[in-house]
């Protein structure tokens, strides 16, 4: 695999029983790109996520992440990665500060790399002045952005975001994704699921999959030039009648 690519896979698939939950997935992306997956609930990419985060092994086809064999080297995988889920646990009886002590322990940080790491997200994430917040005090918004910050603590090169900005309010939904920005500008790959549209115009690709099967893949305007279509919204809403 090329040292520029972050994630390749090839004839990904997943049966369970007779069901295949996710059918010959073909895609890459590179360091530094922003990739959005999107599909309807049930279309396959809860799946193809585990797998990619090395917690599902394939039954068929392969996929590097990171430079490791997802289904072989699952736990060299998940050393390589970070993870920000739709609801990430949060302790919320533990200040924002507390937190991230106790994910950097985790993540095997120690002494003066812990302190330094710590010191560096809360500055990035915007938590100068209350880094002693409970936070379970704090809005949706900031607890999503504790949780990017818990993410990226051990410094991963690859990044999966489940709906990050689910349920926030507009305003910090594009100040986080400004943040995204920075760390895809850094070198990092982000593999991003989300259903607004405004966000997967963001995207430097995009890929939508429908029962299992990946249906078109490419930049947003390759996607709206091959549909001959004016907005993602169009292009989608015709994917999503098409493979119901």
Excluded at 34 to 55: A, E, H, Q, V
Excluded at 109 to 124: P, Q, Y
Excluded at 177 to 193: M, P, R
Aim: aromatic share 10%.
């Amino acid at each position: 695999m090329s040292s520029h690519i972050a994630i390749a896979t090839h004839d990904l698939t997943r049966c369970f029983g007779s069901l295949v939950a996710v059918d010959h997935v073909n895609f890459s992306l590179r360091y530094g790109e922003i990739f959005g997956f999107l599909g309807p609930n049930g279309s396959g990419k809860s799946t193809t996520i585990r797998m990619l985060c090395g917690i599902l092994k394939p039954t068929g086809g392969s996929a590097l992440v990171g430079g490791y064999d997802v289904g072989r080297e699952p736990e060299r995988v998940k050393e390589a990665i970070g993870y920000m889920s739709q609801r990430f646990c949060l302790y919320a009886d533990l200040t924002v500060e507390e937190n991230l002590n106790f994910y950097a322990e985790v993540y095997r940080l120690s002494g003066h790399e812990k302190k330094k790491r710590i010191d560096e997200v809360i500055a990035m994430a915007g938590f100068e002045d209350a880094r002693k917040r409970r936070s379970g005090q704090l809005s949706g918004g900031w607890k999503q952005r504790l949780a990017l910050a818990i993410a990226i603590l051990h410094r991963p090169r690859i990044l999966f975001l489940d709906e990050p900005t689910a349920g926030i309010d507009p305003i910090l939904r594009r100040s986080l994704w400004e943040w995204l920005y920075q760390i895809a500008q850094s070198g990092v790959a982000l593999f991003v699921t989300t259903h607004y549209m405004e966000e997967a115009e963001r995207c430097h690709q995009l890929a939508f999959i429908s029962q299992g099967k990946l249906l078109v893949h490419g930049s947003p305007a390759e996607l709206k030039a091959k549909t001959n279509a004016t907005s993602l919204e169009d292009v989608f809403a015709a994917l999503a009648t098409e493979h119901p």
